[in-house]
């Protein structure tokens, strides 16, 4: 895998910690919340995932935020609790 792709994954699986934890979710209240696999999470959070584009709209939906959020690579999430 690429140098750039490997920081782009860090960077959204960085987005999706954040905001699982600014939201109060556990991996595991999340997993049940977006029917995303709490192993899956796991690597998706430390950046060691790739993700199919219907995992991130699950994520989102989960987290109640836009895929964008997830995907913001110039780290300027910011969401409402």
Do not use: H
């Amino acid at each position: 895998m690429k140098e750039k792709n490997k920081i782009r994954l860090q960077k959204i699986g960085a987005n999706l910690l954040w905001l699982r934890t600014e939201k109060g979710f556990t991996q595991e209240q999340l997993s049940y919340e977006c029917d995303v696999d709490r192993a899956k999470i796991s690597k998706i959070e430390s950046g060691q995932a790739n993700l199919l584009v219907t995992t991130l709209l699950n994520l989102a939906e989960g987290l109640g935020v836009t895929p964008e959020d997830l995907l913001d690579l110039d780290g300027k999430v910011k969401v409402k609790k």
